[in-house]
């Protein structure tokens, strides 16, 4: 990945967000609180990676790779609620609610989840790349986000909990929970680039081939690593009483299954001609994290 993106991601991130001189300056600052936790930014790297791929202006996929970015912080932030996953540390520090109460935490998710689609919809980005995608965007982020993306995934896993779910039920969860965000940003970069519809697949596929090594990957580290180490309680799902890919086929078969997930993430990337090693290392460095 390009060295530069960390930082522009940052700059973008901070030009988006709210000013702290208003009324509402305790949301703003629950919403920052999160926003600026620090983590991977995997998503909005990816929107600039594949954007650069497509021959794409780095400038005009800002707004996508912001967007995204806080739809995925939004979902962390709900997730952690007593009412979801109930967990009191995130990135290391205390969960959103622990900070700033589970009123203003929900108000802050639903807050970021608005403002990526004001993002996207804004005089700004349309002028960027246009009003085709800009709509093509919103109309992605929202189908991979909703009742039958990711917060679909999330009731599943909810519904999961102190069940025996099989192995189809599970695959269907991380497929919505985890991947179908991922699969978004990589569209994401894609449409900011006004590429065609065969590259805008082969990135879904991508995205979504990483997603379920990255979740598999997860699950691994839930059992194998430590507080200090994750940034988070371990052991929350055998605790939740979650079925996992883990419970269900065990850590050796689930490191195959990692493997196998990261060379079809690589194999998907042979629909675009450009230089495709940092996106090749990015699916393999993920699938070899600690954290």
């Known amino acids: 990945m390009n060295n530069h993106y960390p930082a522009l991601i940052e700059n973008a991130l901070e030009r988006y967000l709210p000013s702290l001189d208003c009324r509402e300056r305790k949301l703003i600052e629950s919403m920052r609180y999160s926003l600026e936790a620090g983590g991977k930014r995997v998503r909005p790297m990816l929107v600039l990676a594949f954007n650069a791929l497509c021959g794409g202006k780095t400038k005009a996929a800002l707004p996508f790779a912001c967007a995204v970015e806080m739809i995925h912080t939004y979902s962390l932030i709900h997730d952690d609620l007593p009412c979801m996953d109930d967990d009191d540390l995130r990135r290391g520090k205390p969960s959103n609610h622990k900070a700033f109460g589970e009123d203003t935490a929900l108000l802050a998710g639903d807050a970021l989840q608005t403002l990526a689609f004001e993002i996207l919809t804004s005089d700004e980005t349309a002028a960027l790349v246009g009003d085709a995608a800009c709509r093509k965007a919103v109309n992605a982020l929202a189908r991979y986000a909703g009742c039958i993306g990711m917060a679909g995934g999330q009731m599943i896993d909810l519904e999961s909990e102190n069940t025996n779910a099989p192995f189809e039920v599970i695959q269907d969860l991380v497929g919505k929970k985890t991947a179908c965000l991922l699969q978004a940003a990589c569209e994401l970069g894609c449409i900011s680039a006004n590429a065609d519809e065969a590259k805008i697949t082969a990135a879904s596929a991508y995205g979504r081939a990483i997603g379920f090594a990255f979740q598999i990957q997860d699950d ?36 195959r299954m990692v493997d196998a997930y990261t060379a079809q993430a690589i194999g998907a990337l042979r629909q675009f001609g450009g230089n495709t090693n940092a996106l090749s290392h990015f699916a393999l460095d993920l699938a070899k994290r600690k954290k």
């Open 220 to 255: 691994i580290l839930d059992c194998t690593s430590t507080d200090e180490e994750l940034g988070k309680p371990v052991g929350s799902d055998e605790e939740n009483h979650k079925s996992t890919f883990v419970s269900i086929v065990g850590i050796n078969e689930c490191r």
